[in-house]
T-cell receptor, first 115, second 111 residues
């Protein structure tokens, strides 16, 4: 079985500061990893994904994440926060040898941007 | 924006009544999913479909059924609603499998 832990249900950063949202996973087989963003009263959007290959992946809106196998982590970063980044962010994991019905979501991190 | 429409967007109903939620897509994607979102649980998969009349259970399928008679429509039915099914329900679609586009959700309250 796989699981995802997002450290910090709420994170606040100042506009222009670094955004760091933490995600650690547990998987008995090599994982596929994902970050989604949910804006208020909307559904989720896929931000970025890691399946194989380069461990640093870039997504939309200037976000990127790095797969670190030794740390079982997939933290999401953005160098400079913008007011429009305020949203809830979900990390998700799927075993590489199963279908997408095995996608497991974390409980989410709500990001607040301080003007 | 991907063409996904969920209806209704909000519904309040009573325990024991049947409820049907509809997901309509205009993208002609193969895969469709129903999730529920609850505080402290993230999103959990209820049922999914990989083609017309091809459906399967997810993690929390008890008390729910689905049907997909056309590519564009995926219906979620609560045969006899219970208070534990109060939640926000999201439909998602994808062509290659991983859910990429989600609808705006249906907020369901069961009293």
């Amino acid at each position: 079985a796989q699981s995802v832990t997002q450290l910090g249900s709420h994170v606040s950063v100042s506009e222009g500061a670094l955004v760091l949202l933490r995600c650690n996973y547990s998987s008995s087989v090599p994982p596929y990893l994902f970050w989604y963003v949910q804006y208020p009263n909307q559904g989720l959007q896929l931000l970025l994904k890691y399946t194989t290959g380069a461990t640093l992946v870039k997504g939309i809106n200037g976000f990127e994440a790095e797969f670190k196998k030794s740390e079982t982590s997939f933290h999401l970063t953005k160098p400079s926060a913008h007011m429009s980044d305020a949203a809830e962010y979900f990390c998700a994991v799927r075993p590489s040898n199963f279908g997408n019905e095995k996608l497991t979501f974390g409980t989410g991190t709500r990001l607040t941007i301080i003007p | 924006d991907a063409g996904i429409t969920q209806s209704p967007r909000h519904k309040v109903t009573e325990t024991g009544t049947p409820v049907t939620l509809r997901c309509h897509q205009t993208e002609n994607h193969r895969y469709m999913y129903w999730y529920r979102q609850d505080p402290g649980h993230g999103l959990r998969l209820i049922h999914y479909s990989y083609g017309v009349k091809d459906t399967d259970k997810g993690e929390v399928s008890d008390g729910y059924s689905v049907s997909r008679s056309k590519t564009e429509d995926f219906l979620l039915t609560l045969e006899s609603a219970t208070s534990s099914q109060t939640s926000v329900y999201f439909c998602a679609i994808s062509e290659e499998g991983i859910p990429q586009h989600f609808g705006d959700g249906t907020r369901l309250s069961i009293l």
